[in-house]
């Protein structure tokens, strides 16, 4: 060996590396995700889903969740960069364990009603089309109460949290926590308009809202309808908000709903945010990085970080609904958000 070779073999034992070896990768020219486009199918998966629900039951497992996990994120599993998504199924007369986490999450309910979680205190009751938030370090719980499977989009920003190595985790001392406050009492206070309640003051990072109903996001897209054209990349789409800060719902997570009218071909876009999607109406695609992700009812899909995209509602006659979350919350903060247009191709 030469005296170069026996120099570089040196480094490891002593805890070094040659920083012009690396350099290309640790200072990319922009973003490349481990994530690819992709989606899961709500056809293919519900049924295992319910198959499930028969063969496992809920002492064996303190959830019952299908991970929907990303080809290129396989370990830890996730479902784009620092969110991942799952479907969970609970049955009528089943409760599921009180714990709580550090991680962020939110349910997007896709089927079923009569179930509830329990969120500090609080029942927060479920319909299709909601959006119900547990906020870090929140005790839940859930229970069913009604006479068909229930079954929901869950939402947690693990894969964030545990990259930044601040995941704590409590399994509740009973299987439920005991129910402090009025029903749906987040909702009931602060989801109406723009009309806060004025005895009360911002208390943490999260929106105050436990529950975002269908009937409010379904009544905010109609009134808006046809008075607006909305954007030429995204149709007309709707920020959840936080009615303390009129920022997101939630430090890590931003979530959104968008109408694309009839026959829409959004513009090309790419932003530092990875996002992921659920079809709440309607049939088409978003084409990805050239690759073409065809979607449907219940649905969903992932679109990495700085991958560029565009979305097509397949029907002449239809509007198509869909529902995303994101970290872009994160990278605003981080001053990381940047975004411009850009054609995905094919
Ligand atoms: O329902 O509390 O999909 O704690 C993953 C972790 C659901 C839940 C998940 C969880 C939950």
Redesign the pocket.
């Known amino acids: 060996m030469t005296t170069e070779e026996l120099a570089y073999e040196a480094l490891p034992g002593l805890g070094a590396a040659p920083l012009w070896r690396f350099y290309g990768n640790l200072f990319p020219a922009q973003p490349k995700s481990r994530a690819v486009p992709y989606r899961w199918s709500w056809q293919e998966l519900r049924p295992l889903l319910l198959h499930f629900s028969q063969t496992l039951s809920l002492e064996e497992a303190e ?1 019952r ?1 299908l991970m929907l996990v990303n080809p290129g994120l396989t370990d830890p599993p996730a479902t784009v960069n620092t969110l991942y998504a ?1 479907l ?1 199924v609970i049955l009528p007369g089943e409760t ?1 364990q009180a ?1 709580r ?1 550090t991680s962020n ?1 939110f349910r997007y309910i896709l089927e079923g009603s009569g179930a509830w979680t329990t969120v500090n205190g609080e029942r927060v009751f479920m319909a299709p089309g909601d959006l119900l938030l ?1 906020p870090g370090w929140h005790w ?1 719980d ?1 229970t069913h109460e009604g006479d068909a499977p229930m079954i929901w989009l ?1 939402a ?1 920003d693990y894969p964030l949290v545990n990259a930044l190595e601040a995941g704590f985790y409590e399994k509740f001392h009973q299987r439920l926590q005991p129910v402090t406050r009025a029903d749906d009492a987040g909702s009931r206070q602060f989801l109406h308009g723009r009309l806060n309640p004025v005895w009360l003051s911002q208390d943490g990072p999260n929106s105050p809202v436990t529950r975002y109903t269908w009937q409010e996001t379904q009544r905010s897209l109609e009134g808006i309808a046809d008075t607006a054209a909305g954007s030429d990349v995204d149709g007309i789409v709707l920020e959840y908000t936080n009615p303390w800060t009129g920022g997101p719902v939630m430090p890590t997570i931003g979530c959104r709903v968008q109408r694309l009218r009839p026959g829409f071909q959004g513009a090309g876009r790419r932003h530092t945010a990875s996002t992921i999607f659920n079809v709440v109406r309607g049939e088409g695609a978003t084409i990805v990085d050239g690759v073409r992700l065809e979607w449907a009812e219940h649905d969903t899909f992932a679109v990495p970080g700085w991958a560029s995209y565009r979305h097509l509602n397949a029907s002449a006659s239809d509007d198509a609904v869909l529902f995303s979350y994101s970290d872009e919350p994160v990278m605003r903060s981080l001053g990381l958000y940047r975004t411009e247009d850009a054609d995905p191709g094919a």
Do not use: E
């Open positions: 959830r969740v799952g969970q599921a714990h986490h999450a547990t839940h859930h869950d947690l």
